[in-house]
């Protein structure tokens, strides 16, 4: 159910029951033809990270930008610095996603959920592949770029201990919400 809540959000399933909006986009009446409009406003960080492999760490952020809109390469290049640079990785932007981690391809999906500056940003299980040092330094990654832009961040996961971090807590238990903290 967490998943389909997040899938939900950036439109990939559709809203059939109830009401809901995000980023003033209503989600009950969302047409296909404005789910690349509601993308451009959302940053999404995926359990498998969903790089793409036949591009560098560079090619993969650039191929965000170019799809919200950016065009001159020297801005292009100095974003991608900058937003690599935020996750410890601006030393990778050559590198192939396959030559990287774990724990580097999760902060290279950060960085990339963040390139266009989202007003909200969602991450289904973001460290769920993780051993538990990789984790714990993936969100506080997350954790601290999110703060530091003012960006909403809805943090999808099983781990107790990780979102014991953040600043408020939605508990969901067999499709109902049972504890908000």
């Known amino acids: 159910g967490k998943s389909s809540l997040l899938k939900t959000l950036y439109g990939d399933?559709?809203?059939?029951n109830g009401?809901?909006?995000?980023?003033d986009m209503n989600l009950k009446t969302l047409k296909e033809k404005d789910i690349p409009f509601l993308r451009r406003k959302l940053g999404v960080v995926?359990?498998?990270?969903k790089?793409?492999?036949e591009l560098t760490v560079n090619g993969n952020l650039e191929v965000v930008l170019k799809a919200t809109g950016w065009k001159d390469k020297g801005?292009?290049?100095a974003k991608i610095e900058a937003v690599l640079t935020k996750v410890n990785m601006h030393t990778t932007g050559h590198k192939f996603p396959y030559e990287l981690s774990g724990g580097e391809q999760q902060r290279v999906a950060i960085a990339r959920?963040?390139?266009?500056a989202p007003r909200v940003l969602l991450a289904d299980e973001p460290t769920g592949n993780l051993d538990p040092d990789t984790a714990k330094d993936v969100f506080h990654h997350l954790s601290t770029i999110t703060?530091?832009?003012?960006t909403a961040a809805l943090v999808v996961t099983h781990n107790q201990q990780l979102a014991l971090n953040m600043d408020s807590i939605l508990t969901i238990s067999d499709g109902k919400i049972i504890s908000i903290g």
């Open 13 to 16: 399933l559709k809203l059939n």
């Open 19 to 23: 009401a809901g909006s995000i980023v």
């Open 46 to 49: 995926f359990q498998d990270f």
């Open 51 to 53: 790089l793409l492999n």
């Open 75 to 77: 801005l292009m290049s």
């Open 113 to 116: 959920s963040v390139a266009n």
């Open 147 to 150: 703060r530091a832009t003012g």
